[in-house]
């Protein structure tokens, strides 16, 4: 064997290892971003032409003009599903996230100097200095508990996140109450999967109902659906409606978006749905703290297809920005006087939570949110009373 030989070969192996490396970082990089996994498949392909290109220059350089021809034409080729891609990307992320991330509940604080919370023209009936009872809830509800507090509870900072006053959402809500870590949460009914832990840990859980909200369903502001029915609303979310034109839209396959599981508004789904089987929601790719991928029910994204739900409280919030409209139910909008008479269809009791405290104030608590002051700041929130 040569030494010219011996000398591409050693170039090859030390180039093509070269490459390799910078290939498998560059894989691992694009891997690790959400947005980005698409281009994994392409820069591996792209390390192997490369590889390939280097051992053609250097064992066929008669070729050279072809190889470049070849290479030129790979990134020419390239540059269709990319393009593709990014300009897919960019419709994609121009359509609003309509959620309620979107209601700021910082403005919601108790004591706060500028609260929107709702407060009593008169002291409260109740006054509770110490033995706080530790609460937590859904955070559709926490302009309504917040106001609780305000009435109640001694004047001081309330984090939403750390203190006796917490609002986690309804998932972790009901786990902080099972684990006892707080006394009472504000949610609505929970579902099977939380019976089943509360089951499993020998806890029984005592819902109290306080107050009466909707479970609504809304769409983009143009289009032309003004309503549901009940069986229209199974079928979408069951998969057997697909497209506007089959209820009087237009002829657009529907978006018809999810939240997570055991949050309050899916349970509500779930049990709108009986025993007809719901579809797999729809998913979205989100990067966690420590850089890996996990794959989460999609967020509500306002395109002129999609449908989601939400509880009148924050649908409300929501439809200020003028981008989305509530839907009538069997011919019935939802608001108060629909709430009250029950004539909307998916009005439904959130409740006071408890699970065996053996804080004496919590009990104390609820009996006064059911008495005319705690039901008058029901109702001032924008729910309807029980009382």
């Known amino acids: ?17 070269i490459i390799t490396v910078i290939g498998v ?39 050279s003009r072809l190889w470049n021809r070849a290479l030129f034409v790979y990134f020419l080729f390239c540059t269709l599903p990319v393009a593709g891609y990014e300009i897919s990307s960019y419709y994609h992320n121009s359509i609003p996230v309509v959620s309620e991330a ?28 110490s033995d706080l009872p530790k609460i937590d809830g859904a955070t559709a509800l926490y302009p309504l508990y917040a106001s609780f507090v305000q009435a109640v509870y001694p004047e001081k900072d309330y984090d939403l996140y750390a203190s006796e006053v917490m609002v986690s959402k309804t998932p972790n809500a009901y786990e902080n109450l099972l684990e006892g870590k707080v006394d009472v949460i504000f949610a609505a009914g929970p579902s099977e999967e939380q019976l089943l832990a509360a089951k499993e840990k020998g806890v029984e859980l005592k819902l109290t109902p306080i107050g009466r909200e909707a479970f609504v369903f809304f769409v983009h502001a143009e289009n032309p659906v003004q309503g549901l029915t009940t069986q229209q609303i199974r079928d979408i979310y069951a998969g057997d409606i697909i497209s506007w034109d089959e209820v009087g839209g237009g002829y657009e396959l529907i978006r018809a978006f999810q939240r997570p599981e055991n949050s309050g508004s ?56 003028g981008n989305i409209r509530l839907l009538a139910i069997d011919g019935v909008l939802p608001d108060k006087e629909t709430i009250k008479n029950r004539a909307y269809p998916f009005a439904a009791e959130f409740y006071a939570v408890t699970a065996g405290t053996d804080n004496p104030n919590a009990e104390k608590l609820i009996e006064w949110i059911l008495s005319p002051q705690g039901q008058e700041l029901v109702e001032k929130t924008g729910y309807v009373p029980v009382k």
Do not use: H, W
């Open 25 to 63: 970082v560059a894989v691992v990089m694009t891997a690790l971003n959400a947005q980005g996994r698409v281009y994994s498949l392409l820069v591996a392909v792209t390390t192997v032409v490369f590889i390939i290109y280097i051992i053609g220059q250097m064992f066929a350089p008669q070729k």
């Open 266 to 321: 899916q349970t509500m789904l779930q049990k709108i749905m009986g025993d007809k089987e719901l579809m797999t929601a729809p998913q979205e790719d989100v990067v966690t703290g420590m850089g890996g991928i996990i794959e989460q029910t999609a967020n509500y994204k306002n395109y002129s297809n999609a449908i989601g739900y939400s509880f009148l409280f924050y649908a409300t919030e929501m439809v200020r920005n």
């Open 102 to 129: 979107e209601v700021n509940l910082e403005q919601y604080k108790p004591f706060g100097a500028d609260s929107k919370i709702q407060k009593l023209d008169q002291p409260a009936t109740l006054s509770l200095q």
């Open 1 to 17: 064997m040569n030494k010219e030989l011996v000398g591409k070969i050693f170039g090859c192996i030390v180039l093509g290892a």
